[in-house]
């Protein structure tokens, strides 16, 4: 009888490891059905940004692009996946920053205030003014030399792109005091806003990224010499005058901004110096 209950068990166990086993599969199969969907996704984001990168690289010159607005880890991850896709450099100014001043951006604020992190965020966009090829994630939360429209004439030249998000906006729109970095934000030439806040790593910050240089694409589309000018501007150090070049010699500061030797102002549009198509 014992061997009849032993045998009456262990086919149901039996069954059950069967039937386990199966399940199992099962499992297994659809997780790797749910992992590849996943994958797919992912891939389809990365392959959208390389492909808009691919289309405007040569087009683009080697200027760098640099991220703004006030979601700082947008601006990184979004540059990251950039660079990746056109083979620039990743830089973060949040990084520079504290190495440079070997002090944390908190330890910058608590000891010298917030103008000293605008001076060191100031200073490390002078010095990547001169470099080409790189993607730029920069502060964010309103602080930083970004935040400030004086500080902008080491963006001007690059390409700027500012990640905003639809809840801020609709913020500033309501009360625009509480957001005042937003008007340097809009110097930026490519504006886009995120239906959330908060824009993850990888998938995310890849489709972001795919959007920004389809924009800037449309823009050189739209006038081929932008590079170039861009190129020029950062040659003639990056004075201020953008985006009608003036000439050599130029001083944004003279009273008046009129030419001595012609008397007529520094920005008459006759004077503005048009770099060659395709000059760096």
């Given at each position: ?32 059905r ?41 601006n ?19 990084d520079?920053i ?15 205030g ?70 340097a ?43 170039g ?24 500061t ?17 004077q ?9």
């Amino acid at each position: 009888m014992s061997f009849s209950v032993a045998t009456s068990r262990t086919a149901p166990l039996a069954a059950l490891g069967a039937r386990t086993g199966r399940q199992a599969r099962a499992n297994r199969s659809r997780a790797m059905r749910c992992v590849a969907a996943a994958a797919s996704e992912t891939s389809e984001q990365q392959k959208t940004l390389k492909k808009n990168a691919d289309a405007i690289a040569d087009d683009l010159k080697g200027v760098t692009v640099t991220f703004v607005g006030d979601n700082e880890s947008a601006n990184i991850a979004v540059a990251q996946e950039v660079a990746k896709a056109l083979g620039y450099t990743p830089l973060s100014t949040p990084d520079l920053i504290e190495k440079i001043t070997d002090s944390t951006r908190e330890q910058i604020l608590e000891e010298d205030g917030e103008a000293r992190l605008v001076i060191a965020e100031n200073a490390v966009l002078e010095q990547l003014s001169t470099l080409i090829r790189c993607a730029v994630g920069t502060s964010g939360g309103g602080r930083g030399a970004t935040a400030r429209g004086d500080c902008w004439d080491y963006l001007f030249g690059q390409f700027t792109v500012w990640i905003d998000d639809a809840e801020a906006m609709a913020a500033a729109e309501s009360d625009p005091s509480t957001a005042p970095q937003r008007e340097a934000y809009e110097l930026a030439e490519v504006h886009l806003v995120m239906s959330k806040k908060e824009c993850k790593p990888g998938d995310e910050a890849a489709g972001i990224g795919a959007q920004a240089l389809e924009a800037i694409g449309s823009i050189i589309k739209d006038d081929p010499q932008v590079p170039g000018k861009k190129g020029f501007y950062v040659k003639m150090g990056c004075r201020g005058d953008w985006p009608v070049l003036q000439p050599p010699g130029w001083d944004g500061t003279k009273e008046g901004m009129v030419d001595p030797k012609t008397g007529k102002p520094y920005r008459d549009a006759e004077q503005a110096v048009a770099p060659k198509t395709g000059e760096v």
